[in-house]
C-alpha cells in the first residue's frame, strides 16, 4: 500500500501565500509523476499542477506565474508554493501520485485533501 500524505493548509488573505507539503509512504518502488488538484463546492475536481519524473511540469492557466510546484525526490515529496492568492483559490487540495509498487504495477493514489481557504 502507498499512502500520500498532505500538510499545509489553512486560512490566508488575499495576496498571501501558502505552501502545501505532500509526503508519499509504504510500498513505493519508483514515482512516475505527482501532482495537485482542487475541488471547490460545486465545481469539479482540477489539476492545479502536476511534475513527471521526465522533468515535466503543467500548470491550470489560472495558477501560472503564481503557483510553483517542486518535488524532493530523496524523500517522495511535493511541494506546493502558493503565491498572491485569490478568494477563487479556496478549494481543498488533494495531492496526487502515480506510482510504482513493484517492476510492473502501478496504481493512481491521492490524499484525504487538505483546506485553504483565502479570506480577509
Known amino acids: 500500500q502507498v499512502q500520500l500524505v498532505e500538510s499545509g493548509g489553512g486560512l490566508v488573505q488575499p495576496g498571501g501565500s501558502l505552501t502545501l507539503s505532500c509526503a508519499a509512504s509504504?510500498?513505493?518502488?519508483?514515482?512516475?509523476?505527482m501532482g495537485w488538484y482542487r475541488q471547490a463546492p460545486g465545481n469539479q475536481r482540477e489539476l492545479v499542477a502536476i511534475?513527471?519524473?521526465?522533468?515535466?511540469?503543467t500548470y491550470a492557466d489560472s495558477v501560472k506565474g503564481r503557483f510553483t510546484i517542486s518535488r524532493d525526490n530523496a524523500m517522495n515529496t511535493v511541494y506546493l508554493q502558493m503565491s498572491s492568492m485569490k478568494p477563487d483559490d479556496t478549494a481543498v487540495y488533494y495531492c496526487?501520485?502515480?506510482?510504482?509498487?513493484?517492476?510492473?504495477?502501478?496504481?493512481?493514489?491521492w490524499g484525504q485533501g487538505t483546506q485553504v481557504t483565502v479570506s480577509a
Open positions: 509504504g510500498n513505493i518502488f519508483s514515482i512516475i509523476a
Open positions: 496526487n501520485g502515480h506510482i510504482y509498487y513493484n517492476t510492473n504495477g502501478w496504481n493512481e493514489y
Open positions: 511534475s513527471t519524473n521526465g522533468g515535466r511540469i
